[in-house]
């Protein structure tokens, strides 16, 4: 067997899943309850009617790359060219890690607290990684100044995920140009910018969020249609950046599944062609948090108000914070409610537990009583 | 960048393809032009109306794994513990190299001629390769002591294909049989064989094709809809084999891409729920192959005739047999006839071309016709 995969830590978020009973209130899902709108696959059912349902190209089908390149290319990367459809945004993290990185020279620098995701892949494709944490007592405020002290001389690759999981922060526009700026002042090989924008569209600031591709040209722009959409289930996302980067994780996309399905791009094309679908959940989410925050606050519940995603980070009482994984154990066997411990996004969110706030209002209301006579027990 | 993803050499089946026109005759295909049955997916998305489009399992949908283990596993591994469902075969490969092999110290097996996919796959992974070549005077035969010869203390994995790309020759049940002993008479670490058996429905022997699993404990099954049914846009395949491997590809399958499209798994699922759907364009294929024998025995042309698959290789005039590539080239510049050259399959197929047999039958007997032209005048 390949040692590689067996270093690879166990999940907690699996471990915590694998404990829930039926009946249980769970605030700790990681994809949206919401149903998709059907009309773009009953088209797709129609196309395949009259084509069949050949191979697209490996990058994927030319309109589709377009339309995603208009869609997430920050005005910079405008071509079909500057696109791979990818199997989710999972593959387009995966294709940027093994298409860019030189395992025996380059190392990559992960802002956490994050998805895990991103050091398990590094730790799968045998590279160097090293970790930034963004501050707790700062609520986890996006902070180019901390990513930039942290890069060391073989940092290739930053991993940002903006609107983040866990923390629901988004980076300001002018935190991102900062960044950029400090990139660009250090000179040598460049750095680049993995942007795992996979939340893009849920966002509660006055302005849609920034990507950091607007000033940086080193960018490599993660993002699907899982969570805009509630379509975790078709598995199409992209990798979207400069066409040298693009046309090396398309041959690495050839080699490990040679293209995404073609029936999930024709659903995404048809959403693309009418861009307001995109942002047709935006309105419910925005109804769960101020629901979310009233409960909240009814329960005296400390919690980091999102400013994008579907989860917001609860602060744990000091009697619990040392070991987050715990807390979350005992609330479920307790309490019957499933979070997820905050270790399971880095050393940075020990002290906090997750709560995903997709599931029907009720619950989340019901969720939070659970937990505040939880933590008032403790 | 990753060196190994440079390292890579590039396609000569992609380097043929591009230089295509629009009229010209194409027997280079690698899919089917059959059209799909319409039925499944008019259900998957009857299904989407009522369930959304959530994510699977990781390893894919529990009834979908069992019934693949049923149709794929031999009669040897027969619980969904045995299955993972992969975005095509494609993936399934990827999955058994990257799982299994050890880059430090295993190397592979690949018996040519073959998709070379497969040494590629190893080259991107680091990890070492031979070949043993099956032997062209004897029509490629397949041939278990030709593999056991050539297996080396380091030999992990040994990849198989049958029925073939390109030869569409079919291992015996007798060889299989003689290959699985040879292995388990060796002692010492097992060697697994990667059996990918993607076009398994398309025989044209007495028998369906057998497994090596049936024999060899050690044996990964790599296989899909694609050929089957016309379906190689669903990207929808599978991995079976030992649990413990399996528990291994399913660990890199999560961070490759997370899982197979929902939708992609339920028009599967209606496929196998009915699982005569599988055989459906079997027949179709049977007439195709004795207008391509009927063709080419009226155009004296020398083509081995397929066991399997929907291929064929023509064995070049001594002129020619150098160098297939230009033989190719030439042939798609005089006779505008899109062949494959053999080449693209390994050295053992140097001499030869593939001509794929899915275009319809005029075309193919067009084609025909021209490459006995163009033999003519060499």
Known sequence: ??????????????????????????????????????APFEAAVEWVRGHGCPYTANAGDAELRERIAGYAGAGRFSEAA??????GSEEAIYLAVKSLLDPTRDEVLVVEPCYLAYPKLCTLEGIAHRSVALDAADGFRPDASA????????????????????????????????????LDARGGEPVYILSDEVYRELYYTAAPP????????????????????ALTGLRLGWLVGPGD??????????FVNTAASTLS????????????????????????????????????????????????????PPTLAHDSVRA???????????????????????????????APQGAVEDGLRRIAQFLKGK
Chains 1, 2 share one sequence.
């Not at 920034?210 to 080193?218: F, G, L, M, N």
């Open 1 to 38: 067997m390949n040692p590689a995969v067996s270093e690879i830590p166990p999940s907690l978020i699996r471990a915590i899943n694998a404990r829930k009973r039926p009946g249980d209130i769970d605030l700790g899902l990681g994809e949206p309850t919401l149903r998709p709108d059907p």
């Open 328 to 358: 979350a154990e005992r609330l479920l066997e307790e309490k019957r409610v499933v979070t997820v411990p905050g270790r399971a996004f880095g050393e940075a969110a020990e002290g906090w537990l997750r709560l995903s706030w997709v």
């Open 265 to 316: 791009q024709r659903v995404a094309l048809n959403i693309f062609r009418e861009p307001v679908r995109l942002a047709e959940h935006r309105s419910h989410y925005e109804g769960a948090r101020e629901a979310l925050l009233a409960g909240a606050e009814r329960e005296r519940l400390e919690v980091l108000p999102p400013e994008g995603a579907f989860y917001a980070l609860l602060r744990l």
């Open 147 to 182: 990513v930039l002290a942290a890069l060391g001389p073989r940092t290739r690759l930053v991993v940002l995920n903006s609107p983040g999981n866990p923390t629901g922060r988004v980076w300001p526009a002018e935190e991102l140009e900062r960044l950029a700026a400090g």
């Open 245 to 254: 980067v693009v046309g090396a994780a398309v041959k690495v996309h050839q």
């Open 82 to 87: 500057n696109v791979c459809v990818t199997v």
């Open 210 to 229: 920034a990507s950091i591709a607007r000033w940086h040209p080193y960018s490599l722009v993660a993002g699907s249609l899982s969570k805009s959409n």
